[in-house]
Structure formats: structure tokens, C-alpha cells
């Protein structure tokens, strides 16, 4: 691939983003990114990672580790991403994202990182281990970002304030050398970007949640999702409406459309005068057939371990390939003396 400033009509645009193995994906992560990435990869050139070396922020037990990291891959591929079309793969094993994480550090200041809401949040949220790793995951996700050029980033709404970050060290390299990153924008879907969590609407859904009332992970039963819906959090109100306050149904119906279709004025047409036992059946439905073919090839996917193994190599050798030659230019406009 050839960077944007020598060839900018030569490429199409380039899409990369990354999940963390950090837990069991939830309803969250599949409606607010996985959903898009699979339309926005027949249209683009598409990378996807497993973001390990991210993951390691919080401390995890390395069995469940292990674990975790190939169920995360086997899920690219139930999402129906295609690894001949797209490059699968496992950013630990391509070292030049350690590598470009590093030298864009001494790019980027202690001031701006101070500022990231997702380490004020984690560092409350793991006061024993606020470790450096945590106060520099944006700069670890800027270099997964500018290694590949990547145009677009499709993410979860959480996730805007680590894209322009990524886009400031971008700029400021490209001002202090020359073009040497392409700028990358987010792309944040109109539904699903924030999907809340069913016992504290007020906090995003969340696999690391230490109560998993809280979230539906993609691999929940279908019994374990109608539980977990018919026991969400709503109000005293009774009526299926959107509005301010009503954080639980607004939550609610916002994983109905995005399941459905159905916009908020149909869904409030539909339920009126119907009780929110009727909405939650209605909801865990619909979330139970979003999900099955889902988990259904994902456990395909997980019962072959050899043909993930086959996968993130063949994805950790094209993305090497990419990543290599962006790490190299930005080795040379350093000034760094290349073996
Ligand atoms: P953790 O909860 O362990 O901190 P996470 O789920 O927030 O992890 P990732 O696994 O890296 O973080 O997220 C993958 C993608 O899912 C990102 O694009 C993120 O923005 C999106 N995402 C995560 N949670 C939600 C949510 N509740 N609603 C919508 N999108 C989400
Ligand atoms: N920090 C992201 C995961 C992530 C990512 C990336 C997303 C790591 N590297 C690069 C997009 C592009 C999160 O969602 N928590």
C-alpha cells in the first residue's frame, strides 16, 4: 500500500480498528462496532485487530488470557469478516506496534494524555494498578491507528477523545518532519454507538463490569438474555417512550432499533399502551435473534483451533508487511540509523 501523499488516488480508503480481549464481548461492543465493521469491510480495505498488548493494561489471568485472545479472533470471523478479504489479526505479533508506541511517547505530552477520561475512569475503577501502561494506551492505539494509514476508525462513541489524540500526534509529527501519516477520521454508527448498561443506564455497557446483570455478552444463552433484559433497570413510568430521564427504556429502545430496524416513533407506536414486561420480552427477542447465528459460528470457529492459528499468521505476516513500511519511514525521519 502506498502512503497518501506519494499516490493519494492509487489506494482505496483504508479502515482499521481493534478489539481488546479484555473479557467476553458484550451486546455493547457488537452493536456499537463489530455490526459495522463487517458492512464497512465490503466496501474498504479492511484491518482488524485483537488488541492483546492493550488488554494487559488491566491485569489478566494468563489462562483466560490465552483464552480470551482466540475467542476474540474466532468472533472476527463469526462476525462474518473474511480473512482473505480483510487482515485478521493479533497485535502482539506484529512488533512494530510496540515499536511505533514507543517513539510516538516522546511525540506526545504528559498534559494532553492527563486529560483522557478513560484513564481517569480506569484508574478509578483499578486504583491498586494505575500502571504507565494505562496512562499511555492512547498512544499504543494512535500507533495500531497510523501504522496502517488507516482513513477510517470505526469505534464506539467512547473511544472519540483517543481518536483525536491520535489525530494531534498524527499532525504534529507530520508538521515537525513531513507527510508522513494519513490523518484518520472516526467513524461513529448513528445507532449503538453507546450502549448502556442494563442495572446503571447512566455507565456504558461494559465486559469488564464485576456484575454481569450489568451486560450480555455475545455468548450469553438465550434463556441467560431474557433474564438479564426483564431484570433491566427502567422507571416508574410505565410508558415505552424516548425521553430525557428514562435512561433505562431510552437504552432499551435504542437495542430494539438497532436489532429491528425500527425507529424510536414506530417502536413508541408499536408498545403504546403495552407495560414494559411486554417491551423487554420484545427486546430479549429480537437481541436472541441478532445473536444466534452469531454464536453459532463462532463455536464453529472455536472447535478449530488450527484454522485460527492459520488465520492470525497469515493476518500477522500482511499486516507486518504494512506496518513495517510506515514504521521505517518514521525511523528515518527521525533520524534513527537503520540496520
Ligand atoms: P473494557 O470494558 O474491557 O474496557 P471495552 O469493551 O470498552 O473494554 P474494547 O473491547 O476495546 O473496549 O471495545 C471495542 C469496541 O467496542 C470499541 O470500538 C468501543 O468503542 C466499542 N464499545 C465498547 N463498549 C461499548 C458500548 N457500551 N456501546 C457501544 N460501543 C462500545
Ligand atoms: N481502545 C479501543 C481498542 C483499540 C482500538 C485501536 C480501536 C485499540 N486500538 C485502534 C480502534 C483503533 C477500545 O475500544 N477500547
Given at each position: 500500500m502506498d502512503t497518501p501523499n506519494t499516490q493519494p488516488e492509487a489506494r482505496k480508503k483504508r479502515i482499521l480498528s481493534c478489539i481488546q480481549p479484555s473479557g467476553i464481548p458484550t451486546l455493547g461492543n457488537y452493536l456499537g462496532a463489530l455490526k459495522n465493521w463487517k458492512t464497512l469491510a465490503d466496501e474498504f480495505d479492511g484491518a482488524f485487530a485483537v488488541a492483546d498488548l492493550h488488554a494487559i493494561t488491566v491485569r489478566q489471568d494468563p489462562a483466560k488470557f490465552r483464552q480470551q485472545i482466540q475467542q476474540v479472533l474466532a468472533l472476527l470471523l463469526a462476525i462474518g469478516l473474511d480473512p482473505e478479504q480483510s487482515i485478521l489479526f493479533i497485535q502482539s505479533h506484529v512488533p512494530a506496534h510496540s515499536q511505533l508506541a514507543w517513539i510516538l511517547n516522546c511525540y506526545t505530552q504528559f498534559g494532553e494524555m492527563s486529560r483522557m477520561t478513560q484513564f481517569k475512569d480506569k484508574s478509578q475503577s483499578h486504583a491498586d494498578?494505575?500502571?504507565?501502561?494505562?496512562?499511555?494506551y492512547p498512544v499504543l492505539m494512535a500507533a495500531d491507528i497510523l501504522l496502517y494509514q488507516a482513513d477510517l476508525?470505526?469505534?464506539g462513541a467512547d473511544q472519540k477523545q483517543h481518536l483525536e489524540i491520535a489525530r494531534d500526534i498524527?499532525?504534529?509529527f507530520n508538521t515537525l518532519y513531513s507527510p508522513t501519516f494519513t490523518i484518520p477520521e472516526p467513524y461513529i454508527g448513528k445507532q449503538g454507538a453507546r450502549v448502556m448498561s442494563l442495572q446503571s443506564p447512566d455507565k456504558k455497557m461494559s465486559k469488564s463490569d464485576p456484575n454481569p446483570k450489568g451486560y450480555i455478552s455475545v455468548f450469553d444463552a438465550p434463556e441467560v438474555i431474557m433474564k438479564k433484559i426483564k431484570s433491566a433497570v427502567t422507571d416508574s413510568e410505565g410508558c415505552v417512550r424516548y425521553a430525557?430521564?428514562?435512561d433505562g427504556i431510552n437504552n432499551l429502545m435504542s437495542i430494539y432499533s438497532c436489532c429491528t430496524g425500527l425507529s424510536d416513533a414506530q417502536i413508541e407506536h408499536d408498545f403504546q399502551g403495552k407495560g414494559y414486561g411486554d417491551f423487554k420480552v420484545a427486546v430479549a427477542e429480537a437481541v436472541i435473534?441478532?445473536?444466534?447465528?452469531?454464536?453459532?459460528?463462532?463455536d464453529r470457529y472455536m472447535g478449530d483451533k488450527a484454522?485460527?492459528?492459520d488465520v492470525a499468521a497469515q493476518g500477522a505476516e500482511r499486516a507486518s508487511r504494512?506496518?513495517?513500511?510506515t514504521l521505517q519511514k518514521v525511523m528515518k525521519k527521525v533520524g534513527f540509523v537503520l540496520p
Amino acid at each position: 500500500m502506498d502512503t497518501p501523499n506519494t499516490q493519494p488516488e492509487a489506494r482505496k480508503k483504508r479502515i482499521l480498528s481493534c478489539i481488546q480481549p479484555s473479557g467476553i464481548p458484550t451486546l455493547g461492543n457488537y452493536l456499537g462496532a463489530l455490526k459495522n465493521w463487517k458492512t464497512l469491510a465490503d466496501e474498504f480495505d479492511g484491518a482488524f485487530a485483537v488488541a492483546d498488548l492493550h488488554a494487559i493494561t488491566v491485569r489478566q489471568d494468563p489462562a483466560k488470557f490465552r483464552q480470551q485472545i482466540q475467542q476474540v479472533l474466532a468472533l472476527l470471523l463469526a462476525i462474518g469478516l473474511d480473512p482473505e478479504q480483510s487482515i485478521l489479526f493479533i497485535q502482539s505479533h506484529v512488533p512494530a506496534h510496540s515499536q511505533l508506541a514507543w517513539i510516538l511517547n516522546c511525540y506526545t505530552q504528559f498534559g494532553e494524555m492527563s486529560r483522557m477520561t478513560q484513564f481517569k475512569d480506569k484508574s478509578q475503577s483499578h486504583a491498586d494498578n494505575v500502571n504507565v501502561g494505562l496512562f499511555a494506551y492512547p498512544v499504543l492505539m494512535a500507533a495500531d491507528i497510523l501504522l496502517y494509514q488507516a482513513d477510517l476508525v470505526p469505534v464506539g462513541a467512547d473511544q472519540k477523545q483517543h481518536l483525536e489524540i491520535a489525530r494531534d500526534i498524527a499532525n504534529r509529527f507530520n508538521t515537525l518532519y513531513s507527510p508522513t501519516f494519513t490523518i484518520p477520521e472516526p467513524y461513529i454508527g448513528k445507532q449503538g454507538a453507546r450502549v448502556m448498561s442494563l442495572q446503571s443506564p447512566d455507565k456504558k455497557m461494559s465486559k469488564s463490569d464485576p456484575n454481569p446483570k450489568g451486560y450480555i455478552s455475545v455468548f450469553d444463552a438465550p434463556e441467560v438474555i431474557m433474564k438479564k433484559i426483564k431484570s433491566a433497570v427502567t422507571d416508574s413510568e410505565g410508558c415505552v417512550r424516548y425521553a430525557d430521564g428514562k435512561d433505562g427504556i431510552n437504552n432499551l429502545m435504542s437495542i430494539y432499533s438497532c436489532c429491528t430496524g425500527l425507529s424510536d416513533a414506530q417502536i413508541e407506536h408499536d408498545f403504546q399502551g403495552k407495560g414494559y414486561g411486554d417491551f423487554k420480552v420484545a427486546v430479549a427477542e429480537a437481541v436472541i435473534e441478532e445473536l444466534r447465528p452469531v454464536r453459532e459460528k463462532f463455536d464453529r470457529y472455536m472447535g478449530d483451533k488450527a484454522y485460527l492459528k492459520d488465520v492470525a499468521a497469515q493476518g500477522a505476516e500482511r499486516a507486518s508487511r504494512i506496518a513495517n513500511r510506515t514504521l521505517q519511514k518514521v525511523m528515518k525521519k527521525v533520524g534513527f540509523v537503520l540496520p
